[in-house]
């Protein structure tokens, strides 16, 4: 298997930690400061985009678009993202990346938190199936190419270098 594909994968799950770490106790002490409690489905899914999407988009966002071109997880692991060519990646390439990358956990919140009272199972179960299809789909093309790109690389132009 290949170190890049590997460290990829790590550096993603540091990042997702991380956030978790740091979101989730400030979510829970928000919503106690604001009396609020997600009693629907609904509203767990607000409090799940407003708490953890944002920030997380934010993050990967900034941090992909930054002069180091990565996050705390591929700084970690001395890796970058980048155009092809080794350019710093725009803003908008950035958040498109990004909206690609994150696309698979945002269907999850959707069909699980969002639609949840309005789908019937049947429904609700094909998109959190479909959600889990792409997340094979991206790990799949970056295995493909030795951890380089993934669909949101392909469709944007970037690619993962070792720094």
């Known amino acids: 298997m290949n170190i890049l594909f590997i460290r990829r994968c790590v550096a993603y799950l540091i990042d997702i930690l991380l956030l978790f770490i740091i979101l989730a ?4 002490l928000g919503e106690k400061l604001l009396g609020l409690t ?12 407003f708490s953890f999407s944002i920030p997380a ?5 900034l941090s992909d678009h930054s002069n180091s071109g990565a996050t705390f997880g591929k700084r970690f692991l001395h890796l970058r993202v980048a155009l092809i060519n080794g350019d ?5 390439r950035s958040f ?3 909206a690609i990358k994150l696309l698979p956990w945002e269907m999850v919140h959707i069909f699980g938190f969002a639609l ?4 019937g199972n049947t429904w609700q179960s094909a998109g959190l199936i479909t959600a889990n299809i792409l997340i094979l ?3 799949g093309i970056a295995f493909a190419t030795k951890g380089q790109r993934s669909l949101h690389d ?10």
């Open 57 to 61: 988009w934010f993050y990967f966002i």
């Open 137 to 139: 789909i991206y790990l």
């Open 88 to 92: 710093r990646l725009s803003f908008l």
């Open 96 to 98: 498109s990346r990004t």
């Open 154 to 163: 392909l469709v944007v132009g970037s690619q993962v270098f070792i720094k």
């Open 25 to 28: 106790p400030a979510s829970v």
């Open 38 to 49: 997600p009693q629907t489905h609904r509203q767990v899914w607000f409090a799940v985009v």
């Open 116 to 119: 949840a009272d309005q789908l």
